[in-house]
């Protein structure tokens, strides 16, 4: 899923070749964000559009040879002023006057002709990693094999060789790329470029490198023509091609040059934090903040981000908010969340704050992941890496402008790593907040899962040893016995281990107070369930990815009906499933929303729930029986919930995939009031949580 969907797309059409562009965003200036050879496509610049498109208007184009453009046939079509054409074009069919333009690589080339010939039609320039051949040397080791001739070699660059193309295209995309990100555990963008590659062939490429090459006297002389403000970007680390290309391209236009220390050839794909920055500055600079307060005069603030994959972070993290309030009684707590948690924290009366409207859609991400109670979480997540950038921009233009003492994240993802990736913008106390720690691979994941998942968890242990100020705590929310007994990966510590040395402990955090349930008569009362009834709560958690099992539990009812004739089964869909949409049947209570869910999960006889964390706490914390779920692929339910489950000694853990209506009927008839002796929760959680964040206010 896109973090951000254009406006609106289009072809335009010349000599027979049709090029695809789209626009995102409005307002003034356009950014034009130029193809760059054709081995890649427009998706490049995912990480950039969203940022730059709350701010201004976006354009961009698929490159003739790639991506929905057309690849022509003949070598010809593929040269340097076919593309600058084609930008053109494209500008006209998008009724684009002027335009900003950045370009990636071959890129430059594209832009200088644009520049030096159109300038009525280009405000100003930006080349990252550059290819300009008007001065600088080649990188050594790019020079020593022949692209024309087969070779007797294809080890390193000499599969930068036509007959290799020919051969093994994705062998030379996977060498090409790992290249281009010289970057430690650049597994993922490596992964997305070698994808992008795919969307072409060799033989295509073959012909874009047959075309007619701009001669490097005459950039030279293109450069010496621009005119508009320049801003050259490069990788110091750039193995693709030499940092000093992206030199001698700034002192050829005249430009402002930015090398970036550790970065390669790609830094607006590795270092997109950087970069969006930097093109933001040059595209339209930031307004300085309306108002500023005196230090004496400020209130204490705190900024909270929920993660909004599932409903349980919200209640946990309202809890910890009403306990820090006690401690602070003057602090003003703002969140930056979005649906579902802010169904959550509206029914509470929190704040949210109006930047939570720019937030890309995180739970709608997910849902697009899922198959039929299926969800690969580590991968969904992986694969929401625009979206987490996205958001993560969002964040550092709100703190940018407003002053907050304290920032909260409940497993924001994006704030936690990127802080991390760029430790200079930590402006405030922090307080990273989990209830797991290690990504697991799935047994069917076989060597490669094993791999990457090892690989982020390596990065992240060392992002915590490289920058151990950034987290000013860490909270687990749990016990240190609730750690799966597994390590990070080969040669990486223990998971257990590691998080007793790094995190706190605040216990878990149920958000209420299971005593004050305890007379569950009077509560069933209150409630409107009758004494003679038999009550089974089905849910399935707010990211709506639980239908298929809302679906086979509704099939079950009719023979756990006959089975259980007291049975009253009311099934909540959660805010992301429409109850209409599923089937009926008489006797059977569809609804979208429960307040205070937990209070009729204590009151019922037998819950049926998928395998997430919070819930399967509340029932565990108000000691009633329930059927879990846990979705395939899910590494968090199948690994770290059903762990902590087994230690409480509770629930009965189903497998969907082997279950059928049947079977979920005689587990409910064997199941429904069934006594139970699980370890108890604590009920301090939201409090020892709050005096942890309160030493920090």
């Known amino acids: 899923m896109r973090a951000c969907q254009p406006r609106s797309d289009g072809y335009v059409e010349r000599d027979g070749v049709k090029i695809h562009y789209e626009v995102f965003g409005a307002g003034e200036p356009t950014v034009l964000l130029l193809p760059t050879w054709s081995i890649i496509h427009s998706r490049q610049w995912k990480m950039q559009i969203p940022y730059l498109a709350r701010h201004c208007r976006v354009l961009t184009f698929d490159g003739r040879g790639n991506g929905r453009s057309d690849r022509p046939a003949d070598p010809e079509a593929y040269a340097e002023r076919e593309f600058a054409a084609d930008a053109l074009a494209v500008m006209d069919a998008s009724q684009t006057p002027r335009a900003i333009i950045v370009g990636f690589s071959m890129g430059a080339q594209r832009g200088l002709l644009l520049a030096a010939n159109h300038p009525e039609r280009v405000e100003a320039a ?65 992964e997305d470029t070698v994808g992008w590659g795919l969307d072409t062939t060799g033989e295509t490429l073959a012909l874009t490198y047959r075309a007619p090459d701009l001669e490097p006297e005459e950039l030279r002389e293109l450069a010496r023509r621009v005119r508009c403000p320049v801003l050259v970007i490069h990788g110091a680390h750039d193995a693709i091609l030499s940092e000093t290309r992206g030199i001698d391209l700034a002192e050829d236009t005249g430009g402002r040059l930015v090398l970036l220390e550790g970065s390669g050839h790609a830094p607006h794909v590795r270092d997109p934090v950087k970069v969006n920055l930097l093109l933001r500055d040059f595209v339209t600079p930031a307004p300085p903040p309306k108002r500023w307060v005196r230090g004496k005069s400020r209130r204490k603030r705190a900024l909270y981000i929920s993660s909004p994959i599932g409903l349980g972070h919200a209640q946990r993290d309202v809890a910890i908010a009403n306990e820090l309030r006690k401690l602070h009684p003057d602090l003003e707590i703002d969140w930056l969340a979005q649906h579902p948690v802010t169904t959550v924290l509206e029914a509470r009366g929190e704040r949210i704050h109006p930047a939570s409207a720019l937030l890309a859609n995180e739970s709608g991400h997910i849902e697009s992941e899922a198959a039929e109670h299926d969800l690969h979480c580590f991968q969904a997540i992986r694969r929401m890496d625009e979206i987490l950038l ?35 913008h930590k402006q405030a106390a922090y307080v990273w907040l989990t209830d797991f720690v290690g990504w697991l691979p799935m047994p069917d994941g076989g060597e490669r899962e094993a791999l990457v998942t090892a690989d982020y968890n390596a990065e992240m242990i060392e992002h915590i040893a490289r920058f151990p100020r950034v987290r000013d705590q860490a909270i687990f929310v749990g016990n240190p016995d609730d750690i799966v007994p597994d390590t990070f990966g080969p040669e990486l510590p223990l998971i257990g281990d590691w998080t007793r040395e790094h995190y706190a402990f605040a216990g878990y955090v149920t958000g209420f107070d299971p005593s004050d349930l305890a007379d569950r008569q009077a509560l069933r009362q209150e409630l409107g369930y009758r004494d003679d009834e038999q009550v089974c709560i089905v849910t399935v958690g707010g990211s709506g990815v639980g239908g298929h099992l809302l679906r086979r539990v509704i ?97 009965r853990r189903m497998d969907y995939a082997t279950t059928d209506a049947d079977a979920i009927a005689e587990a409910i008839a064997a199941e429904m009031g069934r006594p139970v002796d699980y370890r108890p929760v604590e009920t301090d959680g939201a409090a020892r949580a709050a005096s942890l964040l309160a030493e920090l206010v």
């Not at 920032?407 to 936690?416: F, H, K, T, V």
């Not at 992301?576 to 869910?597: K, N, S, V």
């Not at 706490?617 to 108000?622: D, G, I, S, W, Y």
């Open 555 to 651: 099939e079950a009812f009719p023979e756990a009906k006959r089975q259980v004739p007291a049975l009253r089964m009311v099934v909540v869909t959660g805010p992301r499933i429409d109850p209409g949409a599923l089937p009926q049947h008489e006797g059977l209570e569809l609804c979208a929303y429960i307040h205070q869910l937990y209070r009729h999960l204590a009151a019922c006889d037998l819950a049926v729930v998928q395998g997430g964390l919070t819930t399967c706490m509340e029932l565990t914390a108000n000691r009633r029986p329930f059927l879990y779920f846990p979705l395939r692929h899910h590494f968090e339910q199948n690994f770290h919930v059903a762990h902590r489950l087994d230690r409480y000694r509770a629930g």
């Open 126 to 190: 930006v080349f990252i990693g550059p290819s300009y051949q008007g001065g600088g040397a080649p990188l050594p080791e790019r020079v020593v094999h022949s692209w024309e001739d087969e070779l007797d070699t294809d080890e390193g660059w000499a599969k930068h060789n036509r007959h290799y193309w020919l051969r093994d295209y994705q062998g030379y995309l996977e060498f090409f790329m790992s290249r281009m990100f010289t970057e430690p555990h650049s597994t993922k963008p490596i």
């Open 390 to 424: 996205a958001n993560f921009m969002v964040f550092h233009d709100l703190v940018r402008d407003e002053h907050y003492d304290l920032w909260i994240g409940d497993e924001a993802w994006e704030l936690d790593y990127y802080l991390h990736e760029n430790p200079e």
